[in-house]
């Protein structure tokens, strides 16, 4: 469903175009606004594209699923873009997982979770890109 684009558009173009930044310059960037784009996936009344198709769209909800979803009992994001039958891996989503860990960590000063918990929540991606 496409709704208008809340007042926080702003937050999901930050958080779209920096799921793509090949050189993941601005993770820190999206640590400060990452709660309130969970509260508005939370809501449901989004609209999310991705201008090149739908890989943008498997990082931002696999950040979501990581880092907020999962916490809250939210079934894992499927994958849609980043999928092996099509000849696609997950290793860029693994990449932006990986920096936003780094830098939550760094920001923060604590890690968001234990390490093997964000271990076993990138293999559940992992899996999920095989089905």
Do not use: W
């Amino acid at each position: 469903m496409r709704g208008a684009m809340p007042d926080e558009d702003s937050v999901i173009v930050l958080m779209g175009k920096t799921a793509m930044d090949r050189k993941i310059r601005n993770i820190e960037e999206m640590i400060a606004p990452f709660p309130r784009f969970c509260e508005l996936i939370d809501k449901g009344d989004f609209y999310m594209a991705c201008y090149h198709g739908l890989h943008r769209t498997d990082i931002a909800v696999s950040l979501y699923g990581v880092f907020y979803g999962a916490d809250r009992g939210v079934e894992p994001p499927q994958i849609r873009g980043y999928r092996e039958d099509e000849g696609r891996d997950t290793s860029k989503i693994m990449r932006v997982l990986n920096a936003m860990y780094a830098k939550m960590i760094e920001v923060n000063g604590a890690e968001p979770m234990p390490a093997e918990v964000f271990k076993e929540r990138k293999r559940i991606i992992n899996e999920l890109s095989k089905m």
